[in-house]
Nanobody, 124 residues
Framework: QVQLVESGGGLVQAGGSLRLSCAAS????????MGWFRQAPGKEREFVAA????????SYADSVKGRFTISRDNAKNTVYLQMNSLKPEDTAVYYC?????????????????WGQGTQVTVSS
């Protein structure tokens, strides 16, 4: 069982930055590819970014490419999402998730474990 706890969300003006963290309570954190998803009101949960076990491979949704960076620190059991140049359309609840393998990383169904989410609100 993997428990995930997100933090770092908040209210920021357009153009600003936030750094989300996701702490995992599992000794084998390094064996799990990780992803970030987001869900805006009235919309489906969508893929944002993913990272493989070692951190050597990352993938991004087109909407955040060049603005967001996913990273991980396996010694700290933590995955991060650095968000720069934020836009009002980035407003959503952001979730981290853990997957058994780094395949189909863009699909919600590829992930077995989810955090409770952290709210990010970007004002114009």
């Amino acid at each position: 069982q993997v428990q995930l706890v997100e933090s770092g969300g908040g209210l920021v003006q357009a153009g600003g930055s936030l750094r989300l963290s996701c702490a995992a309570s599992v000794r084998t954190f390094g064996s799990y590819p990780m992803g970030w998803f987001r869900q805006a009101p009235g919309k489906e949960r969508e893929f944002v970014a993913a990272i493989n076990r070692s951190g050597g491979s990352t993938s991004y949704a087109d909407s955040v490419k060049g603005r967001f960076t996913i990273s991980r620190d396996n010694a700290k059991n933590t995955v991060y999402l650095q968000m720069n140049s934020l836009k009002p359309e980035d407003t959503a609840v952001y979730y981290c998730a853990a997957a058994p393998s780094y395949s189909s990383w863009w699909l919600r169904t590829a992930y077995d474990y989810w955090g409770q989410g952290t709210q990010v609100t970007v004002s114009s």
